[in-house]
């Protein structure tokens, strides 16, 4: 078992049924010129956590963790997509439009992709979401099964919306989530910061916060 300091408490996992999730890193979020940028977002805010993410998939790598990324997005023929959503905001450019890097959350196009710096092994799942949550409408849970895992560390964006929506399903679902804080990012800083608290509250309501420097050195001990 490793042990690293967390927030409420101390955080123990098993290597052999951890895995490392990462939660929609994909270009249109983002790159500048993207359906983020677009909408007027500071894509600094979220590309701070580039760096640290990059760390911890490495060492997830040589540890032998299972890693899986998710990308959201739907259908070239959006019949996964709820008219409730697509009309939500009142955007003049949304979810199934002709954007900056193409058609906006549609699967295949450029800006749905995850940015090459974080780019999937070939024996590294993605998984395809119509939704926020990694778990809805997906085959998830099955592989997290089949691979016997308990745990999860999580990294990814935004805090707020997607990486909270996928935690709070896993804890519905039995399993322990420690949420990486320098691997998560948002738009709003505020968003974020009450974010992290909400998953720590009380115990530990959702799960526990760390940052991702210890995970790193947990799954690379010295030799």
């Known amino acids: 078992m490793a042990v690293i300091a967390a927030d409420?408490?101390?955080?123990a996992f098993d290597p052999a049924h951890t895995a490392l999730v990462i939660i929609d890193m994909q270009r249109d979020f983002l790159e500048p010129?993207?359906?983020?940028?677009?909408?007027?977002?500071d894509v600094a805010l979220m590309r701070r956590t580039i760096a640290p993410t990059r760390a911890v998939l490495e060492?997830?790598?040589?540890?032998?963790l299972l890693v899986i990324h998710t990308r959201e997005g739907h259908r070239p023929d959006l019949t996964d997509l709820p008219p409730s959503k697509r009309a939500r905001g009142h955007l003049p450019v949304g979810i199934g439009d002709r954007g900056p890097m193409g058609r906006i959350l549609v699967?295949?196009?450029p800006g749905h992709a995850i940015?090459?710096?974080?780019?999937?092994?070939?024996a590294e799942p993605v998984i395809d979401k119509p939704g926020k949550g990694a778990f809805h409408a997906t085959d998830l849970a099955a592989i997290l099964a089949n691979r016997a895992i308990r745990s999860l560390l999580v990294c990814g964006v935004t805090t707020e919306v997607c990486v909270h929506t996928t935690v709070r399903e896993a804890n519905d679902r039995g399993f322990e989530c420690l949420v990486l804080s320098d691997c998560v990012?948002?738009?709003?800083?505020?968003?974020h910061a009450a974010g992290l608290r909400m998953i720590a509250a009380q115990g530990g309501i959702f799960g526990w916060v760390a940052p991702s420097a210890p995970v790193i050195a947990a799954l690379d001990p010295p030799p």
Do not use: K, Q, V
Not at 8 to 11: K, L, R, S
Not at 33 to 41: C, D, P, R, V, Y
Not at 59 to 64: D, V
Not at 185 to 191: H, K, L, V
């Open 8 to 11: 409420p408490y101390e955080f």
């Open 33 to 41: 010129g993207g359906f983020g940028a677009a909408l007027g977002n």
């Open 59 to 64: 060492a997830a790598r040589r540890a032998g």
């Open 107 to 109: 699967r295949g196009e």
């Open 115 to 122: 940015i090459p710096e974080l780019g999937p092994l070939p």
């Open 185 to 191: 990012g948002s738009y709003f800083p505020d968003f």
